[in-house]
């Protein structure tokens, strides 16, 4: 059974940027890691923190084959430090790049922890956004966007990815593991739907390039992308931990 909170219809239509993020092999096999580490068993209950248009609890909800419980939460509508479920409540938590915009993060992490039964995984997938890198691209033009981003735009905490394992020791759960996902990019299409940086349907006024150089940056994206030497990686982190 699949529940949608945080504003969220029960039959919510699958969200376009969603779908597509969901669709890239990469982001796949950062997600096949995290429910490996989940250990799923049928006639659970889950908790998808931060699960957007709530299309990974659908895939959840596959892999439990129709029994237990999947509730999804959206983090723009609910507070992932203050769960309104009782102690221990979901044999399983998952929460999937949110920790990095939070004011909070280690408040989530216990909130996370309090919400799941003594016995049960706590999943975090997060982003290390210090570890992007970018090939076949000017070298000016690299390093004004790399300052950039580091410097005005991506969420609260760019080294999220890499402090879960620390996050969760300090929350006082046990067999505390830390996976890193190197994601690969080998052309501009395939890196937009998840590094927004490289997505020229992203707006100017997200603030995501540098005004002055956007042009020369998507022109020179483009031709990387037709010469066929573009390359991105990210690394992203899978965090688990038993409580």
Known sequence: MLHETGGMADDVEGNPYADLV????EIQR??????AALRLEPGQRILDA???GGEVARLLAARLGGTGE??????????????????GYFDAVRCERVLQHLRR??????E???VTRPGGRVCLVDTDWESVAVDGLPAHLVAAERRHLL??????????????????VRAGLREVTAVPVALYFADPLSAATVLPMVNPMVPPEAGLIP???????FGALSEAGERGDFLATLTMWVATATV
Do not use: K
């Not at 969901?22 to 092999?25: F, M, S, V």
């Open 22 to 25: 969901t669709a890239n092999p």
């Open 30 to 35: 950062v997600r096949e890691v995290a429910f």
């Open 50 to 52: 931060g699960g957007a």
């Open 70 to 87: 999947i509730v999804a939460l959206d983090y723009r509508e609910g507070d992932v430090t203050a769960l309104g479920f009782p102690d």
């Open 105 to 110: 993060p280690d408040a989530a992490v216990t």
């Open 112 to 114: 996370l922890a309090r």
């Open 151 to 168: 410097a005005t735009v991506v969420g609260q905490h760019l080294d999220m990815g890499r402090t879960l394992r620390r996050r969760l």
């Open 211 to 217: 005004p002055e150089l956007r042009d020369e940056w």
